[in-house]
């Protein structure tokens, strides 16, 4: 009887179980454990129970309570406008590529997926020059001289341009995977039985994705949540706070110029992280339930 076990696993394994405990499970356990204290980063947390929560929720006059209400409005706004775009746009796009008559195909895919490997302060200094006042494409091409980040609604557009702009092209690709996976015999019984393009695509090529469109649409709502670089770099915020988000506030709290309100700043990321599992949780079974 072989009683040799095998350890190849644990070398694969291993080495990424390590990384999420040092770098992800334990700052998460003493995020949570900070949001329930009084701390400044330098000097030991001082333990205040739920009063972080309180304030945050509750005390309206707190300047806390309304950059949260405020950061999280702004935040489910990029969530509710981008959100769609990043899942119907590249659907379409991954459809239109699967016709015949299209062609570079591949030439087409890389060129969407390229903006996707560019860092997120890369792209959006690009973005940047291309809707500056004096040089920026866009000005250039209508003539005009708008700043376009300094006001509404086109601070707004600005950052949803960019951010669809970076994140079409991966989920295109796992459509494209899915399609791929289709067997063309369903498509050509469909085309016999006088199917269009409409009914094929809801009754074929819809239900044979729902797997990767529930795994893009939990995973782009639960990014979109955590948004941070595009409002920073295109708008600092503005104009009025108008684009702010979450997460800037929360960044502020922790690392500001003047003392460190990393209690408070903990307990906002906590309620993120809870809103957005909440959320995650229901697109899950919702999209699971009618998927099945």
């Known amino acids: 009887m072989n009683n040799k076990r095998n350890f190849a696993p644990i070398f694969f394994v291993g080495p990424h179980i390590i990384l999420f405990i040092v770098f992800i499970l334990i700052p998460s356990i003493y995020g949570i454990y900070a949001s329930f204290t009084n701390w400044n980063l330098i000097s030991d947390p001082v333990w205040v129970g739920l009063d972080n929560y309180k304030t945050i929720l509750t005390d309206a006059d707190s300047t806390f309570y309304a950059q949260f209400f405020n950061g999280l409005v702004n935040t489910l706004l990029f969530v509710v406008f ?12 991954a459809v239109a590529l699967e016709h015949k008559e299209v062609k570079f195909t591949s030439l087409f895919q890389t060129l969407l997926y390229v903006p996707g490997l560019i860092s997120i302060s890369a792209a959006a200094l ?17 003539g005009s001289e708008h700043v376009w980040a300094a006001t509404q609604p ?8 960019i951010t669809v702009w970076a994140g079409i092209g991966g989920n295109m690709i796992i459509y494209r995977a899915g399609i ?7 498509y ?11 009914r094929k695509f809801f009754s074929i090529t819809l239900p044979s994705i729902k797997f990767p469109l529930i795994y893009t649409m939990v995973m782009t709502t639960a990014g979109a949540f955590n948004v941070f ?3 920073l770099m295109m708008t600092s915020g503005g104009p009025k706070q108008g ?11 922790a690392f500001s110029h003047g003392e460190s309100i990393a209690g408070i700043a903990s307990a906002m990321a906590v309620l ?5 599992l909440v959320i995650s949780a229901i697109q899950y079974y919702v999209m699971s339930r009618n998927a099945a």
């Open 229 to 231: 670089a595009q409002p």
């Open 243 to 253: 684009t702010t988000v979450l997460m800037m506030y929360i960044r502020d709290l």
């Open 180 to 186: 791929n996976g289709v067997s063309k015999d369903l």
């Open 188 to 198: 050509e019984s469909a085309e016999i039985d006088g199917a269009g393009p409409v």
């Open 154 to 161: 086109y601070a707004w557009l600005t950052i949803i341009v």
């Open 272 to 276: 993120l992280g809870l809103v957005i």
């Open 126 to 142: 690009i973005w940047s020059l291309i809707f500056n006042k004096q040089l920026g494409v866009v000005n250039n091409l209508f």
């Open 82 to 93: 981008t959100v769609p775009l990043m899942i119907i746009i590249p659907l379409m796009i």
